[in-house]
């Protein structure tokens, strides 16, 4: 079964700050990645997703994250981080197995932002 | 719009009852999903269906029961048997079929136990 892995538990930046979040795949062929944001008590929105194409994939909010395959990441970035960005990021990645599509998701990182 | 709707938003049980969570999705989507999250676990998955009258189970259904009736209801039964039930449940649906499809989400349920 494919996974994802998000190292960081937590991470805090100061407003105005960039952000990078860190997602590593573990799949030998080339994977569907995604990155899901959730906020406090809310359900999951979709920040972006990556199948095919151009490696550098632009998502919603400001948000972009780059495939690299040599390094097994589909890390997360952000250019310059708002208080209204803290909030729980989930790395996905969609499983196929028997037939079934899983998405299946990282333990997710926190984001806090300092003002 | 088209969304998911989760019912109710807070539950409480007690010990030895079941409780039903409601998942109605009105996105004409094929596939169903139930997820468990509890603080720094990420979400884990209960079961899922890909098609009326069939679902499977996922990586943690003990304890947990449910039906597939119609295409846009997905109840998800806790029971007696699920040991700690509390933490926050999340109903997601997709198009089905293709791993590169989005998943979306209902607002969540946070089931606690007193």
């Known amino acids: 079964a494919q996974s994802v892995t998000q190292p960081d538990i937590h991470i805090t930046v100061s407003e105005g700050a960039s952000l990078e979040l860190r997602c590593n795949y573990s799949y030998g062929a080339t994977p569907y990645l995604f990155w899901y944001v959730q906020s406090p008590g809310q359900g999951l929105q979709l920040l972006l997703k990556y199948f095919s194409g151009d490696t550098l994939v632009q998502g919603i909010k400001g948000f972009e994250a780059e495939f690299k395959r040599s390094q097994s990441s589909f890390n997360l970035r952000k250019p310059s981080v708002h208080w209204s960005d803290a909030a729980e990021y989930f790395c996905?990645?969609?499983?196929?197995?028997?037939?079934?599509?899983?998405?299946?998701f990282g333990r997710g990182t926190s984001l806090i932002v300092h003002p | 719009d088209g969304g998911i709707t989760q019912s109710p938003k807070y539950l409480f049980r007690k010990e030895g009852q079941n409780v039903t969570l409601s998942c109605e999705q009105n996105l004409n989507h094929d596939a169903m999903y139930w997820y468990r999250q509890d603080p720094g676990q990420g979400l884990r998955l209960i079961y899922y269906?890909?098609?009326?009258?069939?679902?499977q189970k996922g990586d943690i259904a003990e304890g947990y029961s449910v039906s597939r009736e119609k295409k846009e209801s997905f109840p998800l039964t806790v029971t007696s048997a699920q040991k700690n039930p509390t933490a926050f449940y999340l109903c997601a649906s997709s198009t089905g079929g293709a791993p590169y499809t989005e998943a979306f989400f209902g607002q969540g349920t946070r089931l606690t136990v007193v």
């Open positions: 269906s890909q098609i009326v009258n069939d679902f």
């Open positions: 996905a990645v969609g499983d196929t197995t028997g037939g079934s599509y899983i998405p299946t």
